[in-house]
């Protein structure tokens, strides 16, 4: 089977990923042709990789994010387009001087969201996979490896305007109900929120009021019962204005609540992302 080549041309090469199951089968082909760049060989490599099930963009190197270009290396978890709204909310919450903080940043994709649309600001980054923060990197996002907050330059503290992040967030359970190339491929850290999900987004609500000015924002993806789950530790925290993110299907994406420095009422409102 390996013998045998591989259609080089568009059409049969979508049907071949069509009847392998792939969704997005046209684009996938047409990137794939392009990364090729006429190589047969290539190209022929290419798409045994892609058939195996690994990532589209650790193959072609790079996946388009909020209309940007985001290198994405093999090992890296590759940033999702349902994560762009938090990303552009976390833009529109950053005054053009002013200081964000992206939490497991993996590729980088939402600190160089940031720092695209707001070149005067700093922003700086976090993640514990040493392969991320290279790759973060080289995307032009000031990653420093370690864990949440721990790396960071002490100097943002009390100074960031937000603090964003799609941390993991999938109850230990549910990583089973995954799809089956998820973990095939990406990491179990890129996705445990251990018991309930929460377990680090507990954490990034206990440990970023040392970091936000009075009035930053803090937004969290997660999904299902987690903003219900985490409004206790908001309000003790104290974070007003919290809002519950959802998609355009209504299912809940992420939370957005604003640091108020001392225990304030707590109030939900809901809104569509
Ligand atoms: C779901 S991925 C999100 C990556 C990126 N924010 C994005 O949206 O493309 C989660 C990332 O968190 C990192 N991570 C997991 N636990 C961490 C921790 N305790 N501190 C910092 N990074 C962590 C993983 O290495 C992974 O890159």
């Known amino acids: 089977m390996a ?5 080089n041309d568009l059409e049969a090469l979508a049907a071949l990923l069509s009847g392998s199951g792939f969704v997005a089968a046209d684009e996938e082909a047409d990137e794939l042709l392009v990364c090729a760049a006429g190589d047969v060989e290539l190209l022929d490599s290419l798409v045994w990789r892609r ?23 093999p090992g890296v978890y590759v940033p999702r387009w349902q994560s762009e709204p938090l990303a552009r909310r976390a833009v529109e919450r950053l005054p053009s001087t002013g200081a964000a903080i992206d939490l497991c940043t993996g590729a980088g994709a939402i600190a160089k969201t940031l720092t695209t649309a707001r070149p005067g600001a700093r922003v700086v980054a976090s993640d ?16 420093y490896c370690g864990d949440l907050f721990s790396p960071l330059p002490r100097m943002v503290e009390g100074r960031v305007d937000v603090v964003v992040g799609v941390v993991p967030y999938v109850p230990t ?6 799809p089956r190339d998820t973990l095939a491929f990406e990491s ?8 309930d999900g929460t377990e680090i987004l507990r954490r990034v609500v206990a440990e970023s009021p040392r970091f936000l000015r009075r009035g930053g924002a803090l937004l969290l993806e997660l999904g299902g019962e987690q903003a ?18 959802f998609d355009g299907d209504g ?23």
Do not use: Q
């Not at 179990?188 to 018991?195: A, E, I, K």
């Open 3 to 7: 013998d045998v080549p591989m259609p």
């Open 51 to 73: 058939l195996t099930g690994e990532p589209l963009a650790w193959i072609t190197g790079s996946v388009s994010f909020c209309d940007m270009e985001v290198r994405v290396d």
């Open 128 to 143: 514990v996979d040493e392969r991320a923060v290279a790759c973060a990197g080289a995307n032009g996002v000031e990653a």
């Open 173 to 178: 359970p549910a990583l089973a109900l995954l």
């Open 188 to 195: 179990r850290l890129s996705y445990d929120g251990g018991r």
């Open 228 to 245: 219900d789950a985490l409004a206790h530790d908001l309000a003790r925290r104290g974070y007003v204005g919290v809002t519950t993110l």
């Open 251 to 273: 299912d809940v994406r992420g939370i957005e609540a604003t640091f108020e420095e001392h225990r304030g009422r707590h109030r939900v409102d809901h809104r569509h992302a």
